[in-house]
T-cell receptor, first 116, second 110 residues
């Protein structure tokens, strides 16, 4: 399967714990995005990487959130001191280098986080 | 006002019907437009990019009206398997991050 992959698919954690999610984009895609989706809403943008550089961050990304893409391949999203309001689906998407495809983004299966 | 607005539905239509969804966006600088399909508890899957000239893919037709700032999706001869939530998305800026509507729920009935 050459699509976007994410790990883990589900995570249950207690409030106050730290969690880390991983995203492996489609191999030839240099643009990588993180989104968060809650029930009944569309995904909301969190952050964007072009290769290894984090070029855009949403105001939704509080100080407890950090993301990396160290070698321009896979990316991690860490949430420190989780809160119940962090419970959501965390989606990763990647987009090809060729802008002729209108910057189409392809999503991974997501990591569903539940904070108890 | 939300940046991207959709009628949440639900739309309940019989098999074989034609159904149309509209989506309005507020950022006149938006550059790219998309329709995604999302099944329950799954990720959004790209259905179509929407171009200024409109585009068609089988039973699906998408249109863009930049002057009125809306995009539309028409599904002809709907199938049971078309039941899903349809999300419109627009992108702007150098990062081209997507701004999504809340989605329109479609149920196709036998």
């Amino acid at each position: 399967d050459t699509g976007v992959s994410q790990d883990p698919r589900h995570k249950i954690t207690k409030r106050g714990q730290n969690v880390t999610f991983r995203c492996d984009p489609i191999s030839e895609h240099n643009r990588l995005y993180w989104y968060r989706q809650t029930l009944g809403q569309g995904p909301e943008f969190l952050t964007y990487f072009q290769n290894e550089a984090q070029l855009e961050k949403s105001r939704l990304l509080s100080d407890r959130f950090s993301a990396e893409r160290p070698k321009g391949s896979f990316s991690t999203l860490e949430i420190q001191r989780t809160e119940q309001g962090d419970s959501a689906m965390y989606l990763c998407a990647s987009s090809p280098r060729d802008s002729g495809r209108a910057y189409e983004q392809y999503f991974g299966p997501g990591t569903r986080l539940t904070v108890t | 006002r939300k940046e991207v607005e959709q009628d949440p539905g639900p739309f309940n239509v019989p098999e074989g019907a034609t159904v149309a969804f509209n989506c309005t966006y507020s950022n006149s600088a938006s550059q790219s437009f998309f329709w995604y399909r999302q099944d329950c508890r799954k990720e959004p899957k790209l259905l179509m990019s929407v171009y200024s000239s409109g585009n068609e893919d089988g039973r699906f037709t998408a249109q863009l009206n930049r002057a009125s700032q809306y995009i539309s999706l028409l599904i002809r001869d709907s199938k049971l398997s078309d039941s899903a939530t349809y999300l419109c998305a627009v992108s702007a800026g150098s990062a081209r991050q997507l701004t999504f509507g809340s989605g329109t729920q479609l149920t196709v009935l036998p």
